[in-house]
């Protein structure tokens, strides 16, 4: 047992993403006792365990669930009806993700910047906003969040994106925006937002695609948010976060930029207006 807490400290103090199984409890003949305990970590290496065989088996399904952003849930295992065992007894296991608190970097500190900063972190984002605007990226308006009072060149040498992290560009500029984009497109992140009308977005997505080294853009969302006819700033967040909820708890589908997708920006962006 004593190796699998070792495990955990070890992950959250490198970043590191986990998943652990603990038995609740048992009825009848099982092969573990209650406590017994599986982590899986991100590499998929297994330590502990919560009995061997069917049993392991399947929570080992659930735990790369959670590894991929599923929440936690209670699992209660007949052994006999669900697995096929021959044990009689039952299991009630519960399995969690293990991890620090993901990271998301705003790009913006602006009314829709603050709105989006403010639900995020009542849903558990550890939240850093990056504007340069010294007037509007303020402790008051961004209580207990880290502030980058900076350009994004300079955000780009202070901050270390990991593979982890969510990037949302909702900046007052198109110009912002596109260098922000530029420098931190290519960067390893989990999520890139990016709000804007659809010929801003094809235009800037059009100049980054250019370049020599463009980005895959693999994990792109634009325009951001899911789909709610949202109006003002704080219905926008309300979009933005309901959007990285879903790709948190593996309940979206990553919305990759396709040729066709980009074919789609672009009509839609350069049709004339009616």
């Given amino acids: 047992m004593r190796e699998v807490f070792e495990a955990i400290v070890l992950a959250l103090e490198h970043g590191e993403r986990a998943a652990l199984a603990t038995v609740l409890s048992t009825t009848g003949s099982t092969p573990q006792v209650a406590g017994a305990r599986l982590l899986m970590r ?4 297994l330590i502990g365990t919560v009995g061997g065989g069917a049993v ?32 009689g007894g039952s299991m ?5 993700p293990i991890g620090p608190t993901p990271r998301l970097l705003i790009f913006g500190a602006g009314h829709v910047g603050r709105a989006t900063a403010e639900l995020a972190r009542k849903v558990d984002f550890n939240v850093v906003v990056v ?18 009072v ?15 992290d969510w990037l949302l560009f909702v900046s007052h500029s198109h ?10 497109a290519r960067r390893p992140h989990r999520y890139l937002g990016l709000m804007g009308s659809k010929r ?9 695609l250019a370049t020599a080294d463009a980005p895959s853009l693999e994990h792109l969302y634009a325009p951001v948010g899911v789909t709610l006819g949202a109006e003002t700033p704080e219905e926008i967040a309300v979009s933005i976060v309901a959007e990285l909820i879903a790709l948190r708890r593996g309940e979206a ?14 009509a839609e962006a350069t049709c004339p207006r009616r």
Avoid: W
């Fill in 92 to 96: 009630d296991i519960f399995v969690e």
């Fill in 200 to 208: 801003k977005i094809y235009s800037m997505l059009e100049q980054l």
């Fill in 253 to 266: 589908r990553p919305r990759a930029l396709e040729d066709s997708t980009f074919a789609r920006l672009r």
């Fill in 42 to 45: 991100a590499t998929g290496e």
């Fill in 131 to 148: 504007d340069a605007r010294a007037e509007q990226n303020t402790e008051a308006r961004f209580p207990h969040c880290r502030r980058l």
């Fill in 175 to 184: 110009a912002v925006d596109a260098e922000a984009l530029a420098l931190f």
């Fill in 150 to 164: 900076c350009d994004a060149k300079s955000a780009a040498e202070q901050l270390a994106p990991s593979a982890d």
């Fill in 56 to 87: 392991e088996q399947r929570i080992r399904t659930e735990l790369e669930r959670r590894l991929n952003g599923a929440a936690a849930r209670t699992l209660h295992l007949d052994l006999g009806r669900d697995l096929g065992m021959s044990c």
